[in-house]
C-alpha cells in the first residue's frame, strides 16, 4: 500500500526506498529483512531508473531471450540499515528497442529437482532464451514448475518480465498560466552533509516545489546525482571503478566507499543552479575544493556499455544541450 500511495504521489524511486526502509526497520524484527528490485520506466520506455536491494541480478535480455545488461544489487535489503546509514542513490540506464526487463528472487534459480539439481542462474537463463523469443512468459513459468517436478518448495518464488516499450499514457500538460520566477541557488555541502542522508535528494525535492522544475524532477536528480557522485568518488574518496569488473566487485567498491567515507575529512562541494524561465533553461554548475578533479573522459565517445562503469558522463551528455569541463576538471559546468 505504501508503494502505491508514493506512486500516486509521483515521489521518486529514491524517495520511495527511503520510506519503504524506514517503516521496515521499524515493523521486522531483527533477523526478517526485505530485498527488493524497484524500477521506474520513462514514459517513452527509453530509460530505466532502479534500485536493487538484495535481489539477484535483472536481467535486460533482447528479442533472442540474450542477455544484454544486467542490473546487479548495489544496496542491502530493506528494514536493515537505520535511515541515517541506508543509501537510497539510484542507478539509470538506456533501453533499447525490443528489450524487456526480467527480474526475480533467488527462489527461481535455487529450485531444485528430485534429483537435487539446482536451477542455478545458467539454468535460469537457458530457459529465457527457449521462451523469450516467443514472449511465451506462461510457457517459462510452465518450465520452471516442471523443472521443479513437485519438489517441496523452501523459498519464495517471484518473477516479473516487463516488456520496456513506450506507455503510450497521455501527457499531462503543465499550466502555461503559472508565471516562472528566475532564480539562482548556491549549496554548500560539507562532510557532515554528505555522510547522512543524500544531500541531492534534499535539493531535488525543494527544487520541484516549483512548477517550471517540477516535471523534470527525474531527470534534475539524474544530473546532479551522476555529477555528484563523480566528484565524490574519484575526487575525494580516490575510488577504482574498474574493482566493480571482478566477481564481487560491487560489494567490495561500496564497502570501500562507506569506509573512506567515515574517514572523510576538509571537503567542499560547491552546487550552483541557475533557472531562466524565459529561455526555459536551468543550468547548475558543481565544483570542489578537490586537487584531483573529475573523473574527466579523453575524449566524447561513448563509454563501453559492457563494462560496470562509466555510464555516468554519458548519461549527463545525453540529458544536457551542453557539457563542460572548467577550471583544469574542478568544476563540471552542465
Same mark, same amino acid.
Given at each position: 500500500?505504501?508503494?502505491?500511495?508514493?506512486?500516486?504521489?509521483?515521489?521518486?524511486?529514491?524517495?520511495?526506498?527511503?520510506?519503504?526502509?524506514?517503516?521496515?526497520?521499524?515493523?521486522?524484527?531483527?533477523?526478517?529483512?526485505?530485498?527488493? &528490485?524497484?524500477?521506474?520506466?520513462?514514459?517513452?520506455?527509453?530509460?530505466?531508473?532502479?534500485?536493487?536491494?538484495?535481489?539477484?541480478?535483472?536481467?535486460?535480455?533482447?528479442?533472442?531471450?540474450?542477455?544484454?545488461?544486467?542490473?546487479?544489487?548495489?544496496?542491502?535489503?530493506?528494514?536493515?540499515?537505520?535511515?541515517?546509514?541506508?543509501?537510497?542513490?539510484?542507478?539509470?540506464?538506456?533501453?533499447?528497442?525490443?528489450?524487456?526487463?526480467?527480474?526475480?528472487?533467488?527462489?527461481?534459480?535455487?529450485?531444485?529437482?528430485?534429483?537435487?539439481?539446482?536451477?542455478?542462474?545458467?539454468? &535460469?537463463?537457458?530457459?529465457?532464451?527457449?521462451?523469450?523469443?516467443?514472449?511465451?512468459?506462461?510457457?517459462?513459468?510452465?518450465?520452471?514448475?516442471?523443472?521443479?517436478?513437485?519438489?517441496?518448495?523452501?523459498?519464495?518464488?517471484?518473477?516479473?518480465?516487463?516488456?520496456?516499450?513506450?506507455?503510450?499514457?497521455?501527457?499531462?500538460?503543465?499550466?502555461?498560466?503559472?508565471?516562472?520566477?528566475?532564480?539562482?541557488?548556491?549549496?554548500?555541502?560539507?562532510?557532515?552533509?554528505?555522510?547522512?542522508?543524500?544531500?541531492?535528494?534534499?535539493?531535488?525535492?525543494?527544487?520541484?516545489?516549483?512548477?517550471?522544475?517540477?516535471?523534470?524532477?527525474?531527470?534534475?536528480?539524474?544530473?546532479?546525482?551522476?555529477?555528484?557522485?563523480?566528484?565524490?568518488?574519484?575526487?575525494?574518496?580516490?575510488?577504482?571503478?574498474?574493482?566493480?569488473?571482478?566477481?564481487?566487485?560491487?560489494?567490495?567498491?561500496?564497502?570501500?566507499?562507506?569506509?573512506?567515507?567515515?574517514?572523510?575529512?576538509?571537503?567542499?562541494?560547491?552546487?550552483?543552479?541557475?533557472?531562466?524561465?524565459?529561455?526555459?533553461?536551468?543550468?547548475?554548475?558543481?565544483?570542489?575544493?578537490?586537487?584531483?578533479?573529475?573523473?574527466?573522459?579523453?575524449?566524447?565517445?561513448?563509454?563501453?556499455?559492457?563494462?560496470?562503469?562509466?555510464?555516468?558522463?554519458?548519461?549527463?551528455?545525453? &540529458?544536457?544541450?551542453?557539457?563542460?569541463?572548467?577550471?583544469?576538471?574542478?568544476?563540471?559546468?552542465?
Amino acid at each position: 500500500q505504501t508503494f502505491f500511495d508514493l506512486a500516486d504521489k509521483g515521489l521518486s524511486i529514491a524517495n520511495m526506498v527511503e520510506e519503504f526502509n524506514r517503516k521496515l526497520v521499524k515493523l521486522l524484527p531483527d533477523d526478517m529483512f526485505c530485498a527488493a &528490485f524497484v524500477a521506474e520506466l520513462s514514459a517513452n520506455g527509453e530509460r530505466l531508473t532502479y534500485w536493487n536491494g538484495g535481489i539477484p541480478d535483472a536481467l535486460l535480455i533482447n528479442e533472442a531471450g540474450q542477455v544484454e545488461n544486467r542490473l546487479v544489487p548495489e544496496h542491502m535489503a530493506l528494514g536493515i540499515l537505520p535511515p541515517e546509514e541506508f543509501s537510497s542513490q539510484v542507478s539509470h540506464c538506456f533501453i533499447g528497442k525490443g528489450i524487456r526487463l526480467i527480474t526475480y528472487t533467488d527462489g527461481v534459480v535455487e529450485m531444485t529437482n528430485q534429483d537435487d539439481q539446482r536451477l542455478s542462474e545458467d539454468g &535460469f537463463e537457458e530457459l529465457l532464451r527457449r521462451y523469450a523469443c516467443k514472449r511465451d512468459f506462461d510457457g517459462l513459468v510452465t518450465a520452471l514448475q516442471k523443472f521443479q517436478q513437485g519438489q517441496e518448495q523452501f523459498d519464495d518464488v517471484s518473477l516479473v518480465c516487463l516488456d520496456c516499450g513506450p506507455t503510450n499514457l497521455p501527457v499531462i500538460r503543465p499550466d502555461t498560466n503559472v508565471t516562472h520566477l528566475p532564480f539562482r541557488l548556491v549549496v554548500y555541502l560539507k562532510e557532515d552533509e554528505i555522510r547522512g542522508r543524500d544531500p541531492i535528494i534534499k535539493l531535488v525535492d525543494s527544487l520541484s516545489h516549483l512548477e517550471g522544475i517540477r516535471a523534470h524532477k527525474t531527470t534534475l536528480y539524474l544530473l546532479l546525482a551522476e555529477a555528484f557522485n563523480n566528484t565524490l568518488e574519484h575526487s575525494f574518496l580516490q575510488l577504482d571503478s574498474e574493482i566493480k569488473q571482478t566477481g564481487q566487485g560491487f560489494d567490495e567498491y561500496y564497502r570501500a566507499r562507506e569506509e573512506r567515507l567515515a574517514e572523510l575529512e576538509g571537503v567542499e562541494i560547491e552546487i550552483d543552479i541557475e533557472y531562466r524561465p524565459k529561455s526555459s533553461l536551468l543550468s547548475f554548475s558543481l565544483s570542489s575544493n578537490s586537487e584531483n578533479g573529475f573523473n574527466e573522459p579523453v575524449n566524447d565517445t561513448e563509454e563501453d556499455e559492457s563494462l560496470a562503469f562509466g555510464r555516468g558522463l554519458q548519461l549527463i551528455r545525453n &540529458f544536457s544541450s551542453h557539457v563542460e569541463w572548467r577550471d583544469n576538471g574542478r568544476c563540471l559546468y552542465i
